[in-house]
């Protein structure tokens, strides 16, 4: 199963509340609302956030939503990168009433390394539980050095194996904060010594891989193998300057559904030509910096 499939199955209805936490450059397509704490920067996402719904600069911990406001909490691998996660959770719970999360697998995590991963997360009998991320770089930068269309092609069609994913009612979250590390998890689980396997690759006798790539996935690599790099990068250009049109505007609807970070009340209001935000009832005021309103307090 790809993860256009896994999205595509979710129950979202037309007039559903979705709200994303770090879309970054490919947002779900039901997402109404963008939440990021860091709107401007790339440093732990590959590229600038998407310009399809208003973003608003907030920390995931402290929400400027109602309470059970949002109908989804849509949260694609931002999870793991929330030193307090727990806190998240505890939010997620008072805002939404569903979420979706997904987040890496250990053989994921154990590929890439990624230095910003605060956690590694297991769903274990329903439960999540994270271990504190200390994997080291066990593949040095390999994996990173060699990634391409190729190679996201290839974790695409193999996405239940390298990410876990969980579509639940907020309710029904329950988590623990194990006191093992990553690295002493992933060496409990992983065979050692006289217990370790030689596997066999099916391709290498037959041939033929075990995973059957799609014919339109064929196509698009015949085509991404005879593209000139001048052509990918004139395509990544042309996005940008999409992108640079202004944000999406924030609507009266989606306002009505916020509260203010000072004294958690609702009653906002737009005022100085929508550009700045004002609580009706302790006079908080919310600026905004290319089209960002600022929630982050």
Known sequence: MRRADVLKALPVAATDFVVEIGSGPT??????????????????????????????????????????????????????????????????????KRVYLEFPTRVRELMYGWSFHKWLIQIEDGKLVFYRNDIPHIFGDFFHRNYDFLFDAWSDDRFPELNYYLHTDTDQLQWEMSPKTALEYALEMSAAGERKVNYRSQYGGTGVGNVRYARALLGKLGLWLLTPDRLVEWRRKTQDRLNDGGRRDLTNDILGRLVCQACSSGGLRFEEGRTLIRCGNCGAGYTQERGVFDFDR
Request: proline share 6%.
């Open 27 to 96: 947002p779900f397509r039901h997402t109404r609302l963008i939440f990021d704490k860091y709107p401007f920067e790339n440093h732990e996402r590959h590229g600038d956030i998407l310009n399809v719904a208003p973003v608003i600069k907030a920390d995931a911990i402290k929400l400027p939503l109602a309470d059970k406001s949002c109908d989804l909490l849509f949260v694609s691998h931002v999870l793991e990168h929330i030193e307090q996660a727990d806190r998240f959770l505890q939010e997620a719970k008072r805002c939404a």
